[in-house]
Each structure stands twice: as structure tokens, then as C-alpha cells.
Antibody
Framework: QVQLVQSGAEVKKPGASVTVSCKAS????????MHWVRQAPGQGLEWMGI????????TYAQKFQGRVTFTRDTSTSTVYMELSSQRSEDTAIYFC????????????????WGQGTLVIVSS | QSALTQPASVSGSPGQSITISCTGT?????????VSWYQQHPGKAPKLMIY???KRPSGVSNRFSGSQSGNTASLTISGLQAEDEADYYC??????????FGGGTHLTVL
């Protein structure tokens, strides 16, 4: 079965960077895109961007452009999300989410989610 | 990209039906049949309930249904049950390889 296992919680100082990993198993890693979504405490879901694990191409939400970088390692079926220049407002749970399909339509809904990684930004 | 608009909260009694709206624009919801809905219980990851506006994944109760008209999508839950109490989020493809979520709706089962 599809599994997305994320790295553990992080505590970072303002201005620092954080990297969250998401290890995929149970399917062909390079066949499906991967999305990142975050959720600040008590707030809603926020789409951050998408990566194509096949070629590493990315699209980021405008809000995060210049501060976020998605990468992947096909040898370990892992995608990474790095967020730099963090501020307190970046305190959130970060999720990786795999789409339900490989077609255009199938890319834009998320039927498998990682367990989430809590990132706390505090001085 | 602005968030899609959802009511902050809705409520209903067991057995009743409720509908949650999700309003976007002609650049997102209105241009694509690519709205999905997620249920989230406290401390849990979201769960897919509806995709492509009205399709239900296997394993999701047929009490959940979705529809779309113009710039507004809707999620209807019939025969409300206590376990339906949760937060619900819509999400739409927004063009240029981007997506946008709604602000979320808290459902209270009275």
C-alpha cells in the first residue's frame, strides 16, 4: 500500500532554514507528482507547491517563491522541502501529499498524505 | 492567489443533511472541473472525500456527494452522523500548475 513517511518535528530560530523529508513507498515513485501543503496552528490548509519526481521540475505558490525549494532523490524515493528565512508565521505542520492519478485531472487531488511534520519557529 | 471562500461553520442534527459551499472565481473553480473536498479530524491528516467535483473515492460513504455550478462547488452530507463532525476543506486547480484551498468549514453535529 502507498505510504508517505515524513521526518520528525523540528524547532528552528527565526532566519534559519528547515528541511522536511517525505519517503514514499508502495508505488512507482517517479510516476506520480508530489505536493506540499502546510497548516498553521488552528488555521486552514495552504498549498505550497508541486514537484515532478521524474525530472525534478517544480512549481511553487507565489507566496513561497524565493524561499522554498523542493528536491527529490530517486534512489531513495524521497522528496524534500526546504524553507529558508523562516519567521514565526512559518510555524506549522507540513504535509506531503500524493495525487490520486497521473493524468492532468488526477494530479490535482490528494489521496495519500504523509503524517505531517511540525516545524516550530521560535527564538 | 486568494483562498476559496467557505463558511466558517455549519451545523446539523443527526440524520439531517447539510451543504458546504466553496466559492472561487472564473480563474479557478469556474474554469476547471477539478475541485476536491477533504475531511480533517483534530490531529489527523486530511482525508479525500470528493474529487473532480462529484466523484467519490472507493471507501467513502455515499452519504457524501459533491456538485459544481459556475464558480461555486458544494459538498453535501446526508444522514449526518456524529463522526462527521470535523473540518472540511475544498481545493481547486487554479491554472499554471497551481492549486488553492478554501479557508475551511467546521461542521458541528448537534
Amino acid at each position: 500500500q502507498v505510504q508517505l513517511v515524513q521526518s520528525g518535528a523540528e524547532v528552528k530560530k527565526p532566519g534559519a532554514s528547515v528541511t522536511v523529508s517525505c519517503k514514499a513507498s508502495g508505488y512507482s515513485f517517479t510516476t506520480y507528482y508530489m505536493h506540499w501543503v502546510r497548516q498553521a496552528p488552528g488555521q486552514g490548509l495552504e498549498w505550497m507547491g508541486i514537484i515532478n519526481p521524474s525530472d525534478g521540475s517544480t512549481t511553487y505558490a507565489q507566496k513561497f517563491q524565493g524561499r522554498v525549494t523542493f528536491t527529490r532523490d530517486t534512489s531513495t524515493s524521497t522528496v524534500y522541502m526546504e524553507l529558508s528565512s523562516q519567521r514565526s508565521e512559518d510555524t506549522a505542520i507540513y504535509f506531503c501529499a500524493r495525487p490520486g492519478g497521473t493524468t492532468m485531472g488526477g494530479t490535482w487531488f490528494f489521496d495519500n498524505w504523509g503524517q505531517g511534520t511540525l516545524v516550530i519557529v521560535s527564538s | 492567489q486568494s483562498a476559496l471562500t467557505q463558511p466558517a461553520s455549519v451545523s446539523g442534527s443527526p440524520g439531517q443533511s447539510i451543504t458546504i459551499s466553496c466559492t472561487g472565481t472564473s480563474s479557478d473553480v469556474g474554469s476547471y472541473n477539478l475541485v476536491s473536498w477533504y475531511q480533517q479530524h483534530p490531529g489527523k491528516a486530511p482525508k479525500l472525500m470528493i474529487y473532480e467535483a462529484s466523484k467519490r473515492p472507493s471507501g467513502v460513504s455515499n452519504r457524501f456527494s459533491g456538485s459544481q455550478s459556475g464558480n461555486t462547488a458544494s459538498l453535501t452530507i446526508s444522514g449526518l452522523q456524529a463522526e462527521d463532525e470535523a473540518d472540511y476543506y475544498c481545493c481547486s486547480y487554479a491554472g499554471s500548475n497551481t492549486a488553492v484551498f478554501g479557508g475551511g468549514t467546521h461542521l458541528t453535529v448537534l
